[in-house]
């Protein structure tokens, strides 16, 4: 299998791209849920927690990998 290097280039600076955009949204969002958080016990603030820790991880997962496919999408059209 054979990768052109303007679609590798591309990868990488869509994975930069994801990495950004995933500090600023994550930085937005948790900011949000933390001001709307009604929790009141201990249970339910680990329960908050955990579902902000899955939720973070989704958001990394999905940007890098539309970043990186579109990066690359992108690298390899304009490379050829």
């Known amino acids: 299998m054979e990768l052109p290097l303007g679609g590798l280039i591309g990868?990488?600076?869509g994975t930069v791209l994801g990495a950004v955009s995933y500090a600023v949204?994550?930085?937005?969002?948790?900011?949000?849920?933390?001001?709307?958080d009604t929790a009141?016990?201990?249970?339910?603030?680990e329960a908050?927690?955990?579902?902000?820790?899955?939720?973070?991880?989704?958001?990394?997962?999905?940007?890098?990998?539309?970043f990186a496919a579109i990066g690359y999408w992108i690298g390899k059209t304009v490379g050829d």
């Open 25 to 36: 949204t994550v930085g937005l969002v948790v900011g949000r849920l933390r001001a709307l």
């Open 40 to 45: 009141q016990t201990v249970d339910e603030r």
């Open 48 to 66: 908050f927690e955990q579902k902000i820790s899955v939720m973070r991880r989704l958001i990394l997962g999905l940007d890098i990998l539309v």
């Open 11 to 13: 990868a990488m600076i």
